[in-house]
Every structure is written in structure tokens, then in C-alpha cells.
């Protein structure tokens, strides 16, 4: 079990570009998580997905922002015209549905953004 | 809505101190609870969970019990060691929604 990836680890970009990361979750794994944690503060969740629907998303979740999970495998994050405030870590995170309302979540290491 | 609010730190104490962080809820429904671990340089891992009142998750020689009646999940060690430097992150899951809620994390700094 490889665990929950994610790619690019770090990302510089201009402030305008968008950005495209990925997350690769644990394999058998049908739910997919987005986060986002700013410095000094907790993950605060974006989007989920249950095999490659989305099912939640969360009003920090602009219309820049935009997220896939095709097929029900891999997910993809992207940020279009990117703003200043959009520098954080972009945390993914999977877990196995067994029936209950909530199954432990397993995060990967992020991706660090930076918007110059 | 859902939120959690635990002790700001940082927190530094000496090797073989006992260590509790307090984290307390609110919640509609029954949540289940989470302590996760972020050491240096290295994602958010689960330290440990409880998925009803009265349980007590332990992992590591760390322990939190679920307290319905005052809302909280403190965690706690007995004999805290020099790698368990790290920021900890107390969460609730459930309660009507499967995101979790953190709280804004408590440095640990253990000093030999």
C-alpha cells in the first residue's frame, strides 16, 4: 500500500496562470477529498468525491477553482487565474466507505502553492 | 454548523513531561473524532480516532477520550519524548456531512 500521492510537491506560479495539481489516492479507495490549509491554521475542506462523482463542494471552492476525479481514480485540482490568495497547501485525502457517515481519511503530503 | 476549537500553542515542554492539548466541539448529530499528526516537513497523519461517546482511541502512548457531556477530546501522554515534536490537529467527521472539521492545530515543541 503506497499510500496517498500527490504531484508537483511545490508549485511556483504568476499570479493570472493556472495550475493543475494531482492526487492519487490509495488504490481501493472510492472516496476523494479536497483540503486547503493556510499557514498557522487547520485543513478546511473543498470538494469530495465519491468514485468520480462530486457530491460536495464548499463556498470556498470559487468558480476558479474546478476539480475531476475520471473513472473514479486519480483526482485533479485546477485553479484558473490565480490570485495571491490562493498560495496554501493543497491537501488530497482518500478513504473506504464501510457504511458508516464517516471512514478515517488518509492525507497525502500536498502540494505547496505559491502565486508570486 | 460544525467547528472545533483547541488550545493554541505552542506548547514546549521538557522530556518525560505529561502533555495535554484540549479540544472541544460543536457538533449537531453524533461526530466521530480525530487527533492527526503533522511532523516537519511531512503530511497530516491519524493518530488516533473515536467514533462514539465514551471511547477511547490511544496510539503511540497518546490517549483521548470522547466526552459527549462537555463537548471535548483532549489528548494526552504521559512521557512525552523529543520526537514527538510536531503540530497536532484535533477533527470531527460525521454529524450530517462526511468533511472534516480541524481546528487550527497546536505546536509541540519537546525540548531534551
Known amino acids: 500500500d503506497t499510500g496517498v500521492s500527490q504531484n508537483p510537491r511545490h508549485k511556483i506560479t504568476k499570479r493570472g496562470q493556472n495550475v493543475t495539481f494531482r492526487c492519487d489516492p490509495i488504490s481501493e479507495h472510492n472516496r476523494l477529498y479536497w483540503y486547503r490549509q493556510t499557514l498557522g491554521q487547520g485543513p478546511e475542506f473543498l470538494t469530495y468525491f465519491q468514485n468520480e462523482a462530486q457530491l460536495e463542494k464548499s463556498r470556498l471552492l470559487s468558480d476558479r477553482f474546478s476539480a475531476e476525479r475520471p473513472k473514479g481514480s486519480f483526482s485533479t485540482l485546477e485553479i484558473q487565474r490565480t490570485e495571491q490568495g490562493d498560495s496554501a497547501m493543497y491537501l488530497c485525502?482518500?478513504?473506504?466507505?464501510?457504511?458508516?457517515?464517516?471512514?478515517?481519511?488518509?492525507f497525502g503530503p500536498g502540494t505547496r502553492l505559491t502565486v508570486l | 454548523g460544525n467547528s472545533v476549537t483547541q488550545m493554541e500553542g505552542p506548547v514546549t515542554l521538557s522530556e518525560e513531561a505529561f502533555l495535554t492539548i484540549n479540544c472541544t466541539y460543536t457538533a449537531t448529530g453524533y461526530p466521530s473524532l480525530f487527533w492527526y499528526v503533522q511532523y516537519p516537513g511531512e503530511g497530516l497523519q491519524l493518530l488516533l480516532k473515536?467514533?462514539?461517546?465514551?471511547d477511547k482511541g490511544s496510539n503511540k502512548g497518546f490517549e483521548a477520550t470522547y466526552r459527549k457531556e462537555t463537548t471535548s477530546f483532549h489528548l494526552e501522554k504521559g512521557s512525552v519524548q523529543v520526537s514527538d515534536s510536531a503540530v497536532y490537529f484535533c477533527?470531527?467527521?460525521?454529524?450530517?456531512?462526511?468533511?472534516?472539521?480541524f481546528g487550527k492545530g497546536t505546536k509541540l515543541s519537546v525540548i531534551p
Open positions: 477533527a470531527l467527521g460525521g454529524a450530517g456531512s462526511y468533511q472534516l472539521t
Open positions: 473515536a467514533t462514539k461517546a465514551d
Open positions: 485525502a482518500s478513504s473506504l466507505t464501510g457504511g458508516r457517515s464517516t471512514d478515517t481519511q488518509y
